[in-house]
Each structure stands twice: as structure tokens, then as C-alpha cells.
């Protein structure tokens, strides 16, 4: 079994928000599977799928990004689920908006979801998909850029982005993270 995570904050003030696409993409995964996240525990909403003759688990933490490890390892706890088979997907200001990078290990960057996520799970030696933001204009705060929202030209190209990184998450269904990682990594 795998468990895909992408990181967020909870509730419609953070929808659509930079520190969000993590969301949007296990939404994108849940809609392709005809599933709700409606099960409720571990601090986050989930749902099992099936594709490609796998099982996983997707799911939102519901702690807020910066205790996401908090609902991540319970839950994989709970289903015996190895580190190697756990995928966060989430927001990074050092890669320029839409750009994407599948990694299997990696520090934190200055992320707190992360870091809460490698505190939690004891390891930084986990998959990964870092979706780019971009930097905040000079003069804004880092906190007030990624609660923000995208412009409309760039949430166009983020719906683009949610699909290869849901195109993403299916290959690596049947397929080792490293195929995956070398494969979209050089389309992006």
C-alpha cells in the first residue's frame, strides 16, 4: 500500500492559496478514482483508491501545514506503511511557478510542513513532489505570498501542473519512484 499526501491548510479561507496545490492535487487524484475524502481520523480526511492494481491512501492533513507530520505518521503507522512508500506533495518558493521536481529525498528548504513531516516521520529519506511558486515580490512577507492566491494566468497554468502531478502519482502506482522521478522530472 502507498500513501499520498499533499500538504495544505484546512478550510475555503486556504483554497486555491500557493500553500495549497498539495490539496488540489490529491483532489485532482480523488476525482479521478470517483472517491470522497470523507474518512475522517489521524487529523486529516482520506480515502483509498485503486489504480493500476495498487492500493492508497490519499490524504489532507487537517492539522495546518505546519504540524502536517502529525496526521502523516499515524496514519502510516496505523496501515504498516513503509517510508519509501509515502509521497508529500507540496509548495516550494525556490522553483519558478508551475515547475515541478520529483526527488526521493531532501531536506526541509525552509518549509515548515516539511519539516514537520521529516520530525515526525525520523527521516528526510522520503518521495516527494516540490510544485513551484515562485519567490514573493520584494517587499511582500513570505507568510502573506503563499496564503495568497495565484494570478489568473498563473492558476491557468497550474491546472496543467495538478494533472502531470496527478499523471504523476498514477505511474508511480505501477512503476518505482525512480522511473517516475526520471521521467517527469525531465519534462518539467
Known amino acids: 500500500m502507498k500513501l499520498i499526501v499533499g500538504l ?15 490539496f488540489e492535487v490529491i483532489d485532482e487524484l480523488a476525482s479521478r478514482n470517483g472517491v470522497k475524502l ?25 492539522t495546518y501545514m505546519n504540524l502536517s507530520g502529525e496526521s502523516i505518521r499515524p496514519l502510516a503507522d496505523y496501515y504498516k506503511i513503509p517510508v519509501e512508500n509515502i509521497l508529500v506533495i507540496y509548495d516550494d518558493l525556490d522553483l519558478p511557478v508551475g ?3 520529483l526527488r526521493q529525498k531532501g531536506s526541509a528548504g525552509g518549509h515548515n510542513g516539511m519539516k514537520s513531516t521529516i520530525q515526525h516521520l525520523g527521516t528526510p529519506e522520503f518521495n516527494r513532489i516540490r510544485i513551484g511558486i515562485n519567490r514573493p515580490p520584494e517587499g511582500m512577507k513570505v507568510p502573506d505570498y503563499v496564503l495568497g492566491r495565484f494570478s489568473s494566468d498563473e492558476w491557468d497554468n497550474m491546472q496543467s501542473v495538478i494533472q502531470i502531478c496527478a499523471d504523476a502519482c498514477e505511474e508511480w502506482m505501477e512503476k518505482s519512484f525512480l522511473e517516475v522521478m526520471n521521467r517527469f522530472n525531465s519534462n518539467g
Do not use: D, Q, V
Request: hydrophobic share 25%; charged share 25%.
Open 38 to 62: 470523507n474518512e475522517s481520523k489521524f487529523n486529516g480526511l482520506y480515502a483509498n483508491i485503486h489504480t493500476n492494481g495498487e492500493k492508497a491512501i490519499l490524504l489532507k492533513p487537517l
Open 99 to 101: 515547475k515541478i521536481r
Open 8 to 22: 495544505g491548510n484546512p478550510g475555503s479561507r486556504y483554497e486555491k492559496t500557493r500553500h495549497n496545490i498539495g
